[in-house]
């Protein structure tokens, strides 16, 4: 099972790692923050021995090793003076991500001989164009919130980031669930940091949650509402900036954002926990099936 020590020293060290790295190269400019969170995730791993291997194994391996590091590179390139740039990156992150994710599994590879893949040539497509558009929607929508109510967003970010760690560990995947509580951390700790580091920390953050979520329904067993739920969560922080309720005051409109995204992410927690008591129980002795405690002790 998880040790919950070195949980929270990974947790703490994400965190006082995205802060000092921002604080010392803030003279960069904003996308300090999203170097930061980068940073702070793969320290994080380190204290959880989740350090990549190279070349990349699985998923969560392709995630630290290509999916953060072009994370980073996006924001770092959208922060500049060439935006377009930084856009342009930012799509070709969301279309790359899920291919990379699975990349080498048994949905997209004959593992077991010819026309043995899961997912057939069309419907792969189809998928990868709907997480494709999933992930820059929502990386597109939660930057602009963090460029206009940047502490909040991250609140928002982390809590979904939480939420998601907790979820895929109940979910049958203890190893790789534990690296969403330093990505919260990372991001959550720009709630105290300055303001004009937030949308490139957010975006960074973004994609680390869709990654996380998308090992967690593919090689764990979170259900696809679960995963839904979670991903789009952060996005009610939106409510706050429609004109009735802008009336609200700063602090009040902020509680309101954390609210709107816990709510969901709270909820969905205890769905998995029910199915996580549901898969506990089975299967009956000596039927030769693995256990839930066998995934949970997956890679440990």
């Known amino acids: 099972m998880p040790d919950p020590i070195l949980m929270a020293e990974a ?7 995205a802060a000092v790295v921002a604080w010392l190269i803030d003279r960069f400019g904003p996308a300090a923050g999203a170097i930061g969170v980068g940073l702070g995730i793969l320290a994080g791993a380190w204290v959880l021995g989740l350090v ?35 856009r342009a990156l930012r799509v070709a992150v969301a279309a790359l991500a899920a291919p990379v994710l699975v990349h080498g599994s048994s949905y997209v590879t004959d593992l077991s001989g010819p026309g043995s893949r899961e997912w057939a040539a069309g419907p792969t497509a189809a998928v990868f164009a709907g997480l494709a558009t999933a992930l820059f929607l929502a990386w597109t929508v939660l ?13 928002a970010v982390a809590v979904a980031a939480g939420g998601t760690a907790v979820a895929v560990m109940l979910s049958g995947y203890a190893t790789g669930g534990q690296l969403g509580l330093p990505l919260a951390a990372a991001i959550g700790v720009f ?7 937030r949308p490139g920390a957010v975006g960074v953050a973004v994609v680390g949650l869709f990654s996380l979520l998308v090992i967690g329904r593919l090689f764990a067993g979170l259900t696809t509402q679960n995963a839904l739920v979670l991903l789009t969560a952060p996005l009610l922080a939106w409510v706050p900036e429609l004109p009735r309720v ?23 927690l205890w769905l998995a926990q029910q199915k996580f008591a549901a898969d506990s129980n089975g299967p009956a002795e000596g039927s030769g099936e693995p256990a839930l405690s066998d995934y949970l002790d997956f890679g440990k």
């Open 246 to 268: 802008r009336r609200l005051g700063p602090w009040t409109r902020g509680g309101l954002r954390v609210a709107l995204t816990a709510i969901p992410v709270i909820v969905t």
């Open 143 to 155: 930057t602009r919130l963090a460029s206009r109510a940047g502490r909040s967003a991250a609140v």
């Open 52 to 86: 990549p291997r190279v070349p990349p194994r699985e998923a969560l391996d392709r995630f630290l090793l290509v999916l953060a590091p072009a994370a980073v590179l996006a924001e770092v390139v959208a922060a500049g003076r060439a935006r377009w740039a930084g």
């Open 191 to 197: 709630a105290f940091v300055g303001g004009r580091h």
């Open 11 to 17: 947790t703490v060290l994400a965190a006082v790692v």
